[in-house]
């Protein structure tokens, strides 16, 4: 079983920064990818951006440039580093892990972001 717990979300003014985390623990096993995805109230949920286990990322158009990904293996843990955030980020941001042998996916329990001033 793997559990996943994300922190860091709140509520920020446009054009500031957040950063969540997302930790991980159980089978995680040592080849997976993590990915951060997002829903917006009455909007389906939508992927964020992507990191594999050798630390190549992925983005979202919507946010490329201005959010990273970033991963800690031996902790694992995987960050989200939120600059210039628009009203339109807000969202309950969700983590994801897919483990490469089993091909299991495993969600957080998400994080609220507010932008607003």
């Known amino acids: 079983q793997v559990q996943l717990v994300e922190s860091g979300g709140g509520l920020v003014q446009p054009g500031g920064s957040l950063r969540l985390s997302c930790a991980a623990s159980?089978?995680?096993?040592?080849?997976?990818?993590m990915g951060w995805y997002r829903q917006a109230p009455g909007k389906e949920r939508e992927w964020v951006g992507s990191?594999?286990?050798?630390?190549?990322?992925y983005y979202a158009d919507s946010v490329k440039g201005r959010f990273t990904i970033s991963r800690d293996n031996a902790k694992n843990t995987m960050y989200l580093q939120m600059n210039s955030l628009k009203p339109e980020d807000t969202a309950v941001y969700y983590c994801?892990?897919?483990?490469?042998?089993?091909?299991?996916?495993?969600w957080g329990q998400g994080t609220q972001v507010t932008v607003s001033s």
């Open positions: 994801k892990i897919r483990i490469t042998v089993t091909r299991a996916d495993y």
């Open positions: 159980g089978s995680i096993f040592s080849d997976n990818v």
């Open positions: 990191s594999n286990t050798n630390s190549n990322t």
